[in-house]
């Protein structure tokens, strides 16, 4: 079994929980609120932005060969940035000055910090776990949601061909670096493969919740 | 008004949290719980490990002259550690295969990343700000706590003149590097002042409520 | 005067020793020996090649304004490199298993390094030289190099519009980063400035003289 | 054969060109120009005080059990500074103002450059080689050079028992690190071991020459 489909199966139980968030069901069933959705807009409108300099912190590390697929992620993200920036002006809610909410903060450092500190086969298995759970994730929105829904083009844009051949090549890559590395690398792989997807799920929690800044709910700003 | 103070002066009510913490006055009133207090040894022993290859990070960014001062830093780190194992074991607290809580886990990715993503100026106010909360943290618990206390040794440790003795040099150079540069990069140094200061706060919080993973609390681990 | 103009004035000696090369002139005149023109091109590929990171790198340090910029530069790099190798085939240089010269391993280790652990202001200054280096360079070609000539290509690469809105570009911001800073890193800027331009006129002495490797002068490789 | 043994072999040319070079030669044997030593003591202080941060930039990416040898190193090479120090006022040279040469330049961009673009292996496999040079060239000098010569504590420094010690630390985690990797990494490793014997040549070379800046040679500072 290759190194992604064994992670995936290694990490189920909290995989599921990922994919069975009220946050994906309440979107996919027409039920969640606009606020709701609105605030997840917001915060992930600003985790996109920070997805790209994550990715192009990772270009010096790896092979030549990698370049030229992780250069065209860079113009692809700024067109997701785009189609955020169409339906926040088409549904009314503001992207500007919006402060990054604690998880959402944590999940972008995570990025960087793994990005620079971490080996080039550890860093791309963040950014596998990452797109490949923003793919799983919006697959389970698509099985149900109204076409005629507001948010229906993100659904379209993570679950689209183009984006599946995204995921399937940064799988497949990954399976590729796992298999020429050593078993105390391939070890740390895995235990960033648990870890992303744990941040995955803080980040549902964080767009279900509403959640501010641990400690400072109810605060008025300093 | 030097920098640090005028920021200091700005976050105020934010500090006035972190100083205010049921934390800090339940460990000086002698009324906190024993696993409160052990949960915190475990995730504070491994955020300190983490604080070496951040301070290591600054180094090649800053000017010759703080070298010395931060290469110091780092056996006086790894003596930091000896002091919890040392109080690990005289109390039966367990240090070795801890995991990281989310907060604690978020914190160590947002020194990480702004060694490598920020300027020296930006990076050096973080590393500046998570020294001054101990000290000024600690310095809450100083006053009234049982000198017998179990945990006395880390509040010691902390207001001790040669911690006030680096935090006195951090601030000084703080306020130099401010001085020194221009409007666009003194903005930025008081956004992570403010941000670096709400990870104190989540960190007391964390360590207050004992907070595993956002959408795992009860959950076995996978 | 603008930081840009300043610095270039400051240095302009050694900016004449680059544009006044004996490489540049004998390719302009007709002049130069075809295995010293192919020596060139295939050192060069290989630094186009590593200046792809060198951009990437900077994109996390900078202003998100700056990213939209700087990604556009990546495809653009790609671009060249096959410009380089339709040029390599149609004359017959061999582009493959080259290996470094020393005075462009250490050039692109230069900008590699720059990246790391300079401020971006500063190493926005590395990017900002190198560019304009070769805008100057190639447009002293330019005046007197037969259009017919096999090199006139690359001639026109770095003479074009395109370019030069691309130089003009990373000018007008380089000075905008020089103006909001302070006296310090405006220092260090211009040390870096200075630095770049040694680098280049490096290359273009390794360019014409065929440079191998310091101590490894006809010595077969080990 | 462990991989150091095993490198250490297939470079042996390279190697052996490095211990031959007549800049230790001439050491060894007192008929060292007072200049050509001068010339060294500077520009290798420029080079030890850079190891500093080379050596800071790799703790965050290796293992914890590395740290504290790596922490205990950056003392060490500030110790080796002051003998730097102390042997300039003896001897009468300036060490203030110096400008690194082209190669030291070089030699220190690429140190970094591999810290932070490269893997934990990979950039301590440069840590290695560039120790055991040093190791191995001043053991070349030791047998024969007179024990009053005034740079005796430089022999002296560089084939101690501690630096012994040191570089067969480096060797053996160097080689438990090869053992654990895949052989892709381990091929990346071993083009590193060559490429960084050959900076040590340049360096002995540019030590011996008294090179400046290639295409400066003669001309005013600008």
């Not at 270009?59 to 785009?82: C, D, F, T, W």
Request: proline share 4%; net charge negative; hydrophobic share 45%.
């Amino acid at each position: 079994m290759n190194f992604c489909e064994q992670q995936l199966t290694r990490i189920r139980p909290l995989w599921d929980r990922v994919l069975d968030h009220r946050f994906l069901r309440e979107t996919r069933d027409g039920t969640i609120a606009r606020d709701t959705f609105a605030n997840w807009m917001q915060q992930d409108y600003l985790f996109v932005e920070a997805a790209i300099p994550f990715i192009a912190a990772l270009m010096p590390k790896g092979p030549v060969e990698h370049r030229a697929a992780l250069g065209r992620a860079l113009p692809g993200l700024e067109k997701e940035l785009e189609l955020f920036r169409e339906r926040a002006a088409a549904v009314g809610v503001e992207l500007r000055d919006v402060r990054p909410s604690f998880t959402n903060h944590a999940y972008v450092q995570f990025l960087l910090a793994s990005a620079y500190t971490k080996s080039y086969a550890e860093a791309f298995t963040v950014l596998y776990v990452a797109e490949k759970a923003y793919y799983d994730s919006w697959m389970v929105v698509r099985h149900g949601i109204d076409r005629e829904s507001v948010w229906f083009p993100f659904v379209e844009n993570w679950t689209s061909d183009a984006f599946a051949g995204w995921v399937g090549y940064l799988q497949q890559e990954l399976d590729g670096l796992a298999d020429s590395t050593g078993p105390a690398e391939r070890q740390r792989m895995a235990e960033l493969f648990e870890i992303t997807a744990r941040y995955e799920l803080a980040f549902w929690e964080m767009a279900a919740s509403g959640e501010g800044w641990p400690g400072l709910e109810g605060v008025v700003e300093c």
